[in-house]
Structures are given as structure tokens and as C-alpha cells.
């Protein structure tokens, strides 16, 4: 069964830093197309960063840009949000999904066949 697992959410101050995990299982994660998603209150899902399986190509939000950052633990097979400087306006739930292979990484909610169950993130004083 293919299966993701994200944790590491929670409340930090604007400011702040928080590394989510993406733990896959069934599967191995480097040979897929990555991508971080956020869904805030009452708002869609929008793709926040996502990586080719080759790593070769990189697509940020342009909100997140020189903030978040992305790697992979092929161990683990694990792939990792560094999100710094966080603001409010990150809040929301953040999604990892994986799609079969390729060299372009859009960040297209509806092109991924794989997703996690969500972590929260919630950027407040």
C-alpha cells in the first residue's frame, strides 16, 4: 500500500521556523515528483514548492521563495519543507503528494496520485 505520512506542523511565531517530514512507504520516494501543498481557511490547495524526481527542477510559490526550501533523505524515504521566516500568512494545512517520474515539477495539485493525510501549520503570536 503507498502510503505518505507529513509531521512536524504546529504554532510558531512569525518569525519562526518549522521542518515538515514526508515519510513515504510502499514506495520509493526519490524516484517520484515531489510537491508541498497548503490549503488555508476557507481557501483552495495551492502548490508552495515542488521538485522533479531527477531534482533537476524546482518550482517555489513566489510567496515562499528564499523562505522554504526542500531535500530529500533517500534512507529514510523522507523529503523534507524547511520553512524559515514564517508569516502568518503561511498558516494552513500543508499537503505532501508524489507523482510518477519526470523532469518537470508543476505545481498542479490535480497532476499528483499520491497524498498525505495533511499536518497543520499555524503561524500566530
Not at 501543498?37 to 476557507?42: E, N
Not at 531534482?55 to 530529500?72: A, E, M, P
Not at 505532501?96 to 519526470?102: D, K, S, Y
Request: aromatic share 10%; with cysteine.
Amino acid at each position: 500500500q503507498l502510503q505518505l505520512v507529513e509531521s512536524g506542523g504546529g504554532l510558531v511565531q512569525p518569525g519562526g521556523s518549522l521542518r515538515l517530514s514526508c515519510a513515504a512507504s510502499g514506495f520509493t520516494l526519490d524516484y517520484y515528483t515531489i510537491g508541498w501543498f497548503r490549503q488555508a481557511p476557507g481557501k483552495g490547495r495551492e502548490g508552495v514548492l515542488c521538485i522533479s524526481s531527477t531534482g533537476g527542477t524546482t518550482n517555489y510559490l513566489d510567496s515562499v521563495k528564499g523562505r522554504f526550501t526542500i531535500s530529500r533523505d533517500n534512507a529514510k524515504n523522507t523529503v523534507y519543507l524547511q520553512m524559515n521566516s514564517l508569516k502568518p500568512e503561511d498558516t494552513g494545512v500543508y499537503y505532501c503528494a508524489a507523482r510518477g517520474p519526470t523532469m518537470e515539477a508543476l505545481c498542479v495539485s490535480r497532476k499528483y496520485d499520491y497524498w498525505g493525510q495533511g499536518t497543520q501549520v499555524t503561524v500566530s503570536s
